[in-house]
């Protein structure tokens, strides 16, 4: 991405004044929390390292902890990498795992070259005003065969689809209604909620505000240019998951069959259903 320093360094910046803001009850206002989505990512990043002999896991942008509590009965020893000190303070060092962590920003942060087995990035690429400089630091802290799990990133697909809606109007469906809501007004939830402005929010949340998300074809090329070998996309969150996950009429297992069923068969349409699916993911192999 083309531009100059100044705007790199906003950018960090009010993901700074954001993130202080909403320290205190992030870990309660952001459903990614959610026990249910705890499991799923615990799983995906148990196949990410199964077989590598993973034993050093960096966390990109670790914010309260999130990715760093999910591994720490898996690996040995964990640093984690923020911005934010009042997010920092939010870690649980407890447990199992040696956790350090570190003050900065994950494009410039100096780590020694080739001396981790798995690095994470949970729900962090689209706060970054150019993925390039941390896609960078993730491929020179693995080792050879490492890999960099990152997950939760905004679908392009998806987004392009919400943008030709209308935005305060239309006859939908409140499936499609609440979508609607949550990619045009969040903005103006946050200045709400937590006093911090819209226009910082929408800088803070750059991936998404500005570039309108990321494309695999787009995001491919980037990670290869940083040095990866080999990467691996997935779909996430299909539209209308959250209702039915919610829905108390059903009995809990058959919310849980339905989702899977609606998941599988949105994933079998793929590249189709691309549109229908609010995240990307991807396992990249150093």
């Not at 989505?37 to 309260?64: P, T, W």
């Not at 040696?98 to 020694?112: F, K, N, R, W, Y």
């Not at 991936?207 to 996309?233: C, H, N, Y």
Request: aromatic share 10%.
């Amino acid at each position: 991405m083309t531009g100059t320093s100044s705007e790199y360094d906003e950018v960090v910046a009010a993901n700074v004044r954001l993130h202080t803001s909403m320290s205190d009850q992030y870990q309660t206002c952001e459903p990614h929390y959610r026990p249910e989505n705890l499991a799923h990512v615990e799983r995906k990043l148990l196949r990410a390292i199964d077989g590598i002999g993973a034993r050093r896991m960096l966390d990109l942008g670790c914010g309260a902890g999130f990715m760093i509590e999910i591994a720490k009965p898996h690996l040995e020893e964990i640093h984690g990498v923020d911005a934010t000190p009042a997010m920092l303070e939010r870690v649980d060092r407890s447990g199992p795992a040696t956790i350090t962590l570190e003050q900065g920003d994950t494009g410039s942060v100096e780590v020694e070259d080739a001396s981790f087995d798995v690095v994470t990035a949970y729900s962090f690429l689209h706060h970054l005003y150019d993925v390039g400089p941390t896609l960078a630091t993730a491929a020179g802290a693995l080792r050879e065969g490492g890999r960099f799990y990152a997950d939760l990133e905004p679908n392009a697909y998806f987004w392009r689809g919400i943008e030709q809606l209308e935005r305060d109007g239309g006859d939908y469906d409140p499936i499609v209604a609440r979508e609607i809501h949550a990619v045009a007004h969040r903005d103006e939830e946050i200045e709400a909620e937590f006093g911090v402005s819209a226009a910082d929010f929408n800088r803070a949340e750059w991936g998404k505000s500005m570039l309108g998300g990321f494309t695999p074809e787009e995001l491919r090329e980037q990670i290869l240019g940083a040095g990866f070998t080999t990467v691996d996309f997935s779909y996430e969150w299909f539209v209308g998951r959250g209702q039915i996950m919610n829905d108390e009429s059903l009995p809990a297992q058959q919310r849980d069959v339905s989702v899977a069923a609606i998941d599988e068969l949105l994933q079998r349409a793929l590249p189709l259903s691309r549109g229908l699916f609010k995240y990307l993911g991807f396992v990249a192999t150093r």
